[in-house]
């Protein structure tokens, strides 16, 4: 019985060392990632190795980083480990990323004021410098992340009023529509940050009844996908199944031209190469662009819409589209605000600020 016991231990010390040291192996020889499109973010490479480097433990803490970065396997490891986190450790979320009611969500507390600050002094920048004095009609609305209607009784969550209250007060050039009410959870995808267009034609509705304007209702919703799996889902790493992706057409949204003024060239509304992508979200308007135009040539009105927007706008703004002769789209995290005057004249148009909570409470991108 000894020596069964001492044999049984050679074995498992054999297969331990073949595990460790294949898996070093296969680490070592596996071709590097340049990037990880789970996590959309660019991955450590090998080092460059000499005697200097590695007495003084650069090397081996660069080597380091990398090993973490290309190892086989990665994404179904970083997969197990959130697994287990969540079901045997009970751990409420994961690099602030968390699962509530079948939806994953990402921790945004608390509000940020200096954030918040930051963002209005931008816009205050633009309304000083380029609508002060013109016939323009300023509009602002706040898009709530999806934190605001999932149940979060385990989760910390700042007063989404006390966010609207203070860009209301340092805005107050700009009438406030709010979509808080058009909005609910399922409007929502499961594995993204984004609101699904199919779902929110009422919303943008009524945000063109509270600009004066009349958009379409109806459209044909199109399946381009139903396996869509948004940032969230790459960012956390649980084992999901994919979602339907939509888009929406009609006859007028047809003949609309759309032109991306940053590459200097027509395209289409709806990028469906985009579906191979990182982000297949980036189909709706062909991703962040800095400077977009759409125009309607069936528009029954010569009014003219400018948009500040995030990316939330991408998905919104076909539909805003169909009540306004010109839709222009600015997105100042790429078009810095001191250059908007070389690329827009502002002259009897309405402008909306359209911004997602979420990114006024981490504002540092825009320009």
């Known amino acids: 019985m000894e020596e069964g016991r001492k044999t049984k231990g050679i074995l498992t010390v054999i297969i331990i060392g073949v595990m460790f040291y294949g898996y070093a192996i296969l680490c070592y020889i596996k ?20 005697v200097e480097r590695l007495l003084s433990g650069e090397y081996m803490d660069e080597f380091e980083e990398y090993a973490v970065d290309q190892a086989p396997y990665r994404q179904q490891l970083r997969s197990t480990k959130v697994m287990y986190q969540s079901i045997a450790m009970r751990k409420l979320d994961n690099n602030g990323m968390y699962f509530s009611n079948g939806y994953i969500s990402k921790l945004d507390y608390p509000l940020n004021e200096s954030s918040v600050d930051y963002a209005t002094e931008k816009f205050r920048y633009i309304y000083d410098n380029y609508l002060v004095d013109t016939d323009v009609t300023i509009y602002m609305s706040i898009i709530p992340d999806k934190n605001y209607y999932n149940e979060k009784l385990f989760y910390p969550s700042y007063d989404y009023n006390e966010l609207v209250v203070k860009m209301c ?76 992706l939509y888009c929406l057409t009609n006859s007028t949204l047809e ?62 703004a076909p539909l805003l589209a169909t009540g306004y002769s010109k839709v222009t789209l600015v997105d100042i995290r790429y078009l810095p605000s001191n250059r908007i005057g070389q690329f827009v004249d502002f002259d009897n148009q309405d402008v909306l600020f359209l911004y997602s909570s979420s990114v006024l409470n981490n504002s540092e991108t825009l320009k």
């Not at 071709?31 to 000499?50: F, G, H, M, V």
């Not at 979509?179 to 009422?202: A, G, M, S």
């Open 169 to 244: 007060e340092s805005m107050e050039y700009a009438d406030y529509i709010d979509v808080f009410n058009q909005l609910e959870l399922e409007d929502y995808y499961e594995t993204d940050t984004h609101f699904r267009q199919e779902k929110i034609v009422d919303m943008a509705v009524y945000m063109g009844e509270e600009m004066n304007v009349t958009l379409d209702t109806e459209y044909d919703e199109i399946k381009v996908s139903d396996d869509f799996k948004g940032v969230y889902y790459r960012q956390l790493g649980m084992p999901m199944k994919g979602e339907e």
């Open 31 to 50: 071709p590097a990632q340049d990037i990880s499109e789970a996590e959309r973010r660019p991955l450590a490479q090998r080092p460059a190795i000499s």
């Open 255 to 316: 003949l609309c031209k759309v032109y991306d003024h940053e590459n200097g060239k027509s395209i289409s509304m709806y990028d469906l190469n985009a579906l191979e992508g990182a982000d297949p979200y980036e189909m709706y308007l062909h991703g962040s662009l800095s400077l977009i135009t759409i125009e309607n040539p069936v528009a029954t009105t010569a009014k003219e819409l400018i948009v500040f927007r995030d990316s939330f706008g991408s998905s919104i």
